[in-house]
Every structure is written in structure tokens, then in C-alpha cells.
């Protein structure tokens, strides 16, 4: 039994850690039941299997993964969300931060959006 | 009203009712309990876009059919029953289309904000709240009028131009690096009327409409986790006691109402923020 090692986030990755029993098929990681993709024989990860059939990825549109999402009734949206990650970084050469970035990693709960300044709108002018 | 749509606006709770009358919701939630909000709201949006197409295809077929009823009964008398019962018709459907407009919320819920509120949940840490105010209410209601100007042609062309401001969503919420992020958007539109006289002496009109999307983003990220490291000329930089805060504004055109806000867009805005700084 182990945790969850797929990677949630788009700009800082940190993992998923849901109770999990099984591993990928191709980057034998552990996955929990929201990220497992059945591909034919193979069981693989989200980021495996987007990586495996980008076509079923295109943006918005009919047919695409989002049509599909909603079509779905808007439930598990793993299969859309890790592909468009995917297309995203792909197009926009981000590079994500990882949890391993961060020397002295200190989370806090329940921070306010503090701002020294007055918070006018941006469009006051 | 149609039957998908009605079995899920039965299960809505009394907050989502609230929020199809008055098409405005202003809250601070968790995330997870924002996506199971908005997730029967969008799937009742979807349903009901695509019934109030088909619809509409049938009112323009049922108009048709009157026509083409009228001018036979002048050859065949009891057309005029046909006509009759397609008028009654024609009142019908036109009600149920008004019915389904009440329950309509503009294409931003489907297109962004539910997408948006998944990138915001896996960027979150369970726990934590996103304070939204969301407006789903039509973007050119009179009530979103700047101002109106015709021109003072005394012919044709006649140009009437009216501008619209539409803030539609204003959002806070702190990320699971601790990392503040504040995101507003309004919409600014310019509707032109033109009535032309063409070259055979008809008159027609056209509308034309343009979109100009502001985007206004303020995000901090805490100096305990990240140090600068360039700062992008889009980006005005100030220093406050525990953090390193971005502020930028963007404008994105678009020429139809039944888009939203490019996805892809906001989020290679908030990355780029993210390129200004490099962890500890």
C-alpha cells in the first residue's frame, strides 16, 4: 500500500498522496482510483496516458476532451485536466515548479491575501 | 420546461435557486464545494443551450411553414386550420423559449469558470477557501449601458453604437505554496447597429460586436519561499513586508458572445508571473 505519486498543479506540482494500491504500467509510480486510465491490457497513470494519446487532447471544440468532460455530466475531470497541462506546457514552454524546489517548505493554512496597499479595482481609472 | 433540465433543477439547493434568479453569486468557499455548486448549474447551461438552439431552428421552420400555409389557402380554404394550429404553436414554442432564457447563464460559467475553478482546486490546498463574485447575467442587458450615440447622417448609413461594461468575475485565493492570487475580469463591449440602403433600393441591418476582455491580475508570492529573478516588463513589481507582489493588466478581443475568456490565456499570464521568481 502506498500513496498517490502523480504529480496535481499546473504552476507548482506536488502530489497527490490518496491512499493507492496499484502502479503505472509505464512509470510504475503509485496511483489512486481518480488517476488510473485503463489502456486496453496496460493500467497507466494520467500523465501516461496523456502522453500515450495526445489526438484525444485537442482544445476546446467538438470531440475534444472538454466536450467530453461536459458531456460527462462534468465528473472525473482527469482526463481532461492532465491533457490540457499537457497542451499547455507544450505550447507555452512553462517549466512548473516541483515540491523538491523549495529548501525550507513551510505550509501555512489559512493565510489572507494580505496587500499593504489599498485594494482598488484594477479598472478604477 | 424540458425534462433534463427540470429534473436537475429540482435537486438545486436553495443557494444555486438564488443564484439562477438573481444570475450573481458572492461567496468564499472551498473549492471543492464551488465545483459541486457550479457543476449542475454548467450541465443545466449546456442542456439548455443546446435545447434553446434546436428550438429555435424549429420556431424558423414553424414560421416558414405558416407562410407557405398562408399563400395555400388562398387556393385551399382549410389551410387556414394549418395556419391556425401552427400559430398556436408558434405561441407555445416562443413561451418555452422564454422559459429556458430565464434559466440561461452566460457561456463564462461553461467555458471558464468551471475549467478555472478545476486549475484552482488542484493548485489548492483541500481546505482552502477562494472568495468569487461571479456575474452570469447577459453582458448587454440595458443595465450594463455606458452610453449610446447614433450618428447624425441624415441618409443611410445609419450607425447606432452603444457600449456596454460588464465586470463579471472578481476572485481571491491563496494557493498551496502560500502564493496570493487576485484575478479580476470585465468586459468591455461596443455594438454597432448599421442599417444600410443597398444598391436595389433594400433596406437591411447588420449588427456588429466587439469584445475587449480586461484581465486584471495582483498575485504575491512570499518571500520566505521565492526570490526574485527577472521581472517581466508586463508585470509592475512592488516590495511589501512579506512578499514579492506582481500586478498586470491584459486585454484579449473577441468577437462573439457565445465565447468566453481564452483559457489558455489566463493561465500563461499567471505562469508568467510565476517565471519572475525562482524558489529557495
Redo the contacts between chains.
Keep these: 500500500m502506498g500513496k498517490c505519486e502523480v504529480k ?5 506540482l ?1 502530489a497527490c498522496n490518496n491512499p493507492s494500491s496499484i502502479k503505472c504500467d509505464e512509470c510504475l509510480i503509485f496511483i489512486c482510483d481518480k488517476h488510473t486510465h485503463q489502456d486496453g491490457a496496460k493500467v497507466l497513470c494520467s500523465e501516461c496516458f496523456a502522453k500515450a494519446h495526445p489526438e484525444k487532447f485537442q ?2 471544440g467538438k470531440g475534444s476532451a ?1 466536450d467530453q468532460w ?1 458531456n460527462n ?2 465528473r472525473n ?1 482527469s482526463f ?2 492532465f491533457g ?1 497541462r499537457q ?2 506546457y507544450h ?2 514552454n ?1 517549466h ?2 516541483n515540491e523538491t ?17 489599498e ?1 482598488g ?3 478604477d481609472s | 420546461m424540458s425534462n433534463p433540465i427540470i429534473k436537475i433543477y429540482n435537486t438545486l439547493d436553495q443557494e444555486q435557486l438564488q443564484f439562477v434568479q438573481s444570475k450573481v453569486v458572492d461567496n468564499s468557499l472551498k473549492m471543492k464545494r464551488w ?1 459541486e455548486f457550479m ?1 449542475p448549474l ?2 443545466m447551461d ?1 442542456l439548455n443551450d443546446d435545447r434553446r438552439k434546436r428550438k429555435s431552428a424549429g420556431l424558423v421552420l414553424i414560421a416558414i411553414l405558416m407562410v407557405i400555409s398562408l399563400f395555400l389557402s388562398f387556393a385551399f380554404p382549410w389551410f387556414l386550420f394549418v395556419l391556425s394550429f401552427l400559430a398556436i404553436l408558434l405561441i407555445i414554442q416562443i413561451k418555452k423559449v422564454n422559459k429556458l432564457k430565464r434559466l440561461d447563464f452566460s457561456n463564462h460559467l ?2 471558464f469558470l ?2 478555472f475553478l ?2 484552482l482546486k ?2 489548492s ?1 483541500e ?2 477557501k477562494a ?1 468569487i463574485k461571479f456575474d452570469a447575467s447577459p453582458a448587454m442587458s440595458n443595465k450594463k449601458i455606458l452610453k449610446s450615440t447614433n450618428d447624425n447622417n441624415q441618409g443611410y448609413p445609419k450607425v447606432k453604437t452603444t457600449f456596454f461594461s460588464h ?1 463579471w468575475f472578481d476572485a ?1 485565493v ?7 492570487l ?1 484575478l ?1 475580469f ?1 468586459d468591455f463591449i461596443v455594438k454597432k447597429n448599421i442599417t444600410k440602403r443597398g444598391s436595389s433600393g433594400k433596406i437591411k441591418s447588420k449588427v456588429k460586436i466587439k469584445i475587449k476582455h ?1 484581465i ?1 491580475m ?1 498575485i ?1 508570492f512570499r518571500k ?2 521565492y526570490q526574485l529573478q527577472n521581472t517581466n516588463k508586463n508585470f509592475a513589481y ?1 516590495e ?4 514579492h ?1 506582481f ?1 498586470t ?1 491584459h486585454k484579449i478581443i473577441s468577437y462573439s458572445l457565445d465565447q468566453s475568456v481564452n ?2 490565456q489566463v ?2 499570464i ?2 508568467a508571473s ?2 519572475n521568481v525562482k ?2
Design positions: 496535481k498543479g499546473i504552476f507548482v506536488s482544445t476546446m472538454y461536459e455530466y462534468y475531470y481532461w485536466y490540457m497542451n499547455f505550447s507555452s512553462y512548473p515548479f524546489d523549495y529548501s525550507g517548505f513551510n505550509q501555512q493554512n489559512n493565510l489572507d491575501f494580505t496587500d499593504d496597499q485594494s479595482s484594477f479598472f | 465545483i457543476q454548467a450541465q449546456k461553461r467555458l468551471m475549467p478545476v486549475v488542484e493548485e490546498d481546505e482552502a472568495k465586470p481571491e491563496v494557493l498551496a505554496d502560500g502564493t496570493a487576485k479580476e470585465a480586461n486584471g495582483k504575491n520566505d519561499k512592488n511589501i513586508t512579506d512578499y507582489q500586478r493588466k483559457f489558455n493561465l500563461g499567471i505562469s510565476y517565471q524558489a529557495i
